[in-house]
């Protein structure tokens, strides 16, 4: 063990944050409002082993207290406090150590907020606390009860661990650039237990002291994000105060919805693009359909469409407004969760501001102290391209809600076109039977002046050459009447048809003089 590795009064900061209540779109969302409770009293009493019991009778559960942001810990049970303290004893290299903590649930607007800190103190009997190697912060995280997979907050969560450093890292870190960026690894790599640790990010200064941050916020199914602060100065000891813990739970809660939102919209994303295509492939199958060669030499023939196109078409017009209606619903939420990171990110920079304006009245820290560009940086730079690449996906999915629409609107026509044709059809059809049953009744009805009836049901010789057939007479009548009824109503058909043929005849002759010469 080197003093390289030796940190004073280490400190772990848990921010976890869950959904308060469902919205109206998440109403079958499974999950459990009370779910981080639980956890916390889980992370307590099993991983921890400490004495204190995070249960029910520290909150208020019933009758939560109202208001924008309330302490949901009651308070007569914890001696007026605003959190549950607890405390026990570790040996680390033979080296008898208190770790002291608290827990502290809040309820901010309509998230649930858990604020834990497990720490060493920095005095202890008005004794300064010796220096502890790095690999008391196994001692923080038993079985890495404090990360995301054992946490499952709905929002979210950060880790931030703080740390003093001696006057030899001081000089260190001057001395060679990388030397925090060496210790905050040997840091991470005690804390969590396994391969998966969290990729570096970037690495700062925070009211006036080195900042590191770690976790990549595009990757949401592997996403842990921690920050380890070294403490080299005394401003930031006087800075970091209550009044900031506060600050920074607010700052972490919009974070984290941020960041909910956009990994929401990746997920959505990917439905959508899935959507997208099978849109896209269905218009084009649909109107191959109707292209194929044997419709269009049915069409050109006056045969129009068979009744099994003709209903597959109808389906398709009654399934594509159904589909329109739930992709543009898709691309509404889309839109809302780009709102949702507009609006928070709002709210970050909002709080920034505040802690700006608080440090410049106190009038006695200086700009390096004040500088809050660390925490700026993921609301100018990074939300913006989280709006940007959601703007970017609207407009390319956009397009394919008006091909939706069109689509229906060509295939409503083909249906009209198509069932237009078959009316007409049917009226030649009912014209032509009828012509021909009239002709047929006037045949019948001059019967009398063709085949003399005296006496009745005279057999009558068929005028066939080479032929003698004789008939009745009343079946010589019918015969007559429904031959002259027939040949009506083929030549009324025949006179339809050849109106039609005319019709495309001279159709052919217009579009041939349209035509440019070779």
Known sequence: MTQSSKIYAPNVYLFAFHLCKALESESHSPVEFASLWQKCHDILQTKLAVSTKFNDSYLHKKEEPVGFRVDLINKQVVGNRKSLPFDKEISVENQPITLKGFAQPLRINDSYALGLKIFVPQNVNSIKTPAVDVSIFQEFNPDNCLLPDFVQSYFGQTLLLTAGLSVEQNQAARADSQFLQALGKQCLEKLISGQNLPDFSRQGELFGSPILEYGNPSQPDSYCHVIIWFFNTSATDEIWDETRYSDFMDLFLYRNKILRAYHDSRKLYLVTREEYKQIELDIDNTFKYLQREQSQQRGSKGAGLKQQELEYLKDQMIKMPLRAVNYARMLSELQKLENTIAIHAQNYQNKLNEINLDLKAAKKYNDSDADLSFLAAFSKETCPQFQRQIQADLGYFTHSSGLLDQATEAIRSVVAIEEAYRNAKLEVTIQAVGFGLGVAGVVAGSSPYLIKQD?????????????????????????????????VWGGVLLLANCKNLLGKFKNLLSRNKQLPPP
């Open 455 to 487: 006496p009745p049901n005279q057999i009558v010789a068929l005028p066939l050459p080479f032929l003698k057939v004789e008939i009745n007479s009343f079946a010589f009548v019918l015969l007559i009447s429904l031959g002259a009824g027939a040949l």
